[in-house]
Structure formats: structure tokens, C-alpha cells
């Protein structure tokens, strides 16, 4: 599985959707997740959903603000990102085939989320 993702620059308080595609034929039968790398930071887990989309799980600090969402037909992922902080400004990752607390066997290349104040 290949993952490609697209981010941005967003004033605090503001909002920007992320979108990673997936290139194979198996996109449904894995479990879709988000991860983050702040500078100087390691990477943290952001959000996951299951492979039909029923379960979703949210790291604390997102919870409330973002929402991750799929859409099998597209072999697309998404993270709605609402409510931007300065904090949230890191370089996104999206994951495939893995679940909170294991590993995850595919890796996007990375995309740049800014927060500006």
C-alpha cells in the first residue's frame, strides 16, 4: 500500500481537511490511521478507524476537534482538523494496516501542517 497525503498553512482557530489515498486493491481490508512529529518531538498517534469505518479512536489531545473518516470507494482516509492550535503545527503522517498500541505496516511520506497565531 502506497499513501500519499496533502496538508497546509491555517490560522489558529481554523480548520483544514487532510487526505491520503491509497494506491492497491486492499485498501478496505486494513485499518486507516494519523499520526503526528512536532519539531524536536517524537511522533504520536493521532487518530484511528477501522476498517469499515464503525471504530474510531482518538489520542486526547485531538479528541473533540478532529475527526478521521473513510471512504473505501475512494481508497481515501481523511482527518477533519477543526479548532487549530499553534500546538497542532507538526508533519502528519497517515498509516495503514496496524491499531493503537501496534504496529502499522504502511507509512504516507509525510505532509506539513502549519498553525500560524
Known amino acids: 500500500v502506497q499513501l500519499q497525503a496533502s496538508g497546509g498553512l491555517v490560522q489558529a482557530g481554523g480548520s483544514l481537511r487532510l487526505s491520503c489515498a491509497a494506491s492497491?486493491?486492499?485498501?478496505?481490508?486494513?485499518?486507516m490511521g494519523w499520526f503526528r512529529q512536532a519539531p524536536g518531538k517524537e511522533r504520536e498517534f493521532v487518530a484511528a478507524i477501522s476498517r469499515s469505518g464503525g471504530s474510531t479512536y482518538y489520542a486526547d489531545s485531538v479528541k473533540g476537534r478532529f475527526t478521521i473518516s473513510r471512504d473505501n470507494a475512494k481508497n481515501t482516509v481523511y482527518l477533519q482538523m477543526n479548532s487549530l492550535k499553534s500546538e497542532d503545527t507538526a508533519v502528519y503522517y497517515c498509516a495503514g494496516d496496524g491499531w493503537v498500541g501496534k504496529p502499522w505496516r504502511s507509512w504516507g511520506q509525510g505532509t506539513l501542517v502549519t498553525v500560524s497565531s
Open positions: 492497491g486493491r486492499t485498501f478496505s481490508s486494513y485499518a
